[in-house]
């Protein structure tokens, strides 16, 4: 079964509109951590935001927000205010066993996101 | 610092041949992974090293590939008898205690086995 599961292939959003790209996970470990990162064209994986499974409030960094429902096992990360500059892969990870597991990153398969001016 | 750098950023090579890739993490982490990107795909775990000792390996890394951290510095990944299979974007990554800031990626090594 996939650990990790983003269903857009592709998304489209206007320049200054919000996006929502969904991210569900699977695991039967009560301590993980999601992570979403962002790769342009360039190739380089750039690291947004994370969310720890014990984390009371949804995780937030500038315009980056992450929708944790975790009885739905959801990850869903919002960009507000889109910008060109947005446009990338964009993939959603998660790490197991963050007290004392596994050290390693499972990714999904990405969603490549198109801002349009 | 400026971040973790890997090199070659490509390499062509043909089938059967040897190579190797470098990877030199931030300085003050002590934690360096090694991730394959195939086309299409999200990056795939292969290695991790705390300092210098090799802490886990996937059972992607068959035993063509070798990957040392002498020193706990910086890191080698070598493939010997390269196949066409290995084609692959090849990215490093290093973190310190405390991941919630996130593992950070060099640009990678694109490799092309012709």
């Known amino acids: 079964a996939q650990k990790i599961t983003q269903t857009q292939p592709g998304m489209f959003v206007q320049e200054k509109e919000a996006v929502t790209l969904d991210c569900t996970y699977d695991?039967?470990?009560?301590?993980?951590?999601l992570f979403w990162y962002k790769q342009p064209s360039s190739g380089e994986m750039i690291f947004l935001i994370y969310?720890?499974?014990?984390?009371?409030q949804n995780a937030t960094e500038g315009r980056y927000s992450l929708n944790f429902q975790k009885a739905r096992k959801s990850a869903n990360l919002v960009i507000s205010a889109s910008q060109l500059g947005d446009s990338a892969m964009y993939f959603c990870a998660m790490r197991e066993g963050i007290q004392g597991g596994s050290e390693k990153l499972v990714f999904g398969k990405g969603t490549k996101l198109t801002v349009n001016p | 610092d400026t971040g973790v750098s890997q090199d070659p950023r490509h390499k062509i090579t043909k089938r059967g041949q040897n190579v190797t890739f470098r990877c030199d993490p931030i300085s003050e982490h002590n934690r360096l992974y090694w991730y394959r990107q195939t086309l299409g795909q999200g990056p795939e775990f292969l290695t991790y090293f705390q300092n210098e000792a090799q802490l886990e390996k996937s059972r992607l890394l068959s035993d063509r590939f070798s990957a040392e951290r002498p020193k706990g510095s910086f890191s080698t990944l070598e493939i010997q008898r390269t196949e066409q299979g290995d084609s692959a974007m090849y990215l490093c990554?290093?973190?310190?205690?405390?991941?919630?800031?996130?593992?950070?990626f060099g640009s990678g090594t694109r490799l092309t086995v012709v």
């Open positions: 969310q720890g499974s014990y984390d009371q």
């Open positions: 990554a290093s973190s310190s205690v405390g991941f919630s800031n996130g593992y950070t």
């Open positions: 695991t039967s470990d009560p301590s993980y951590g």
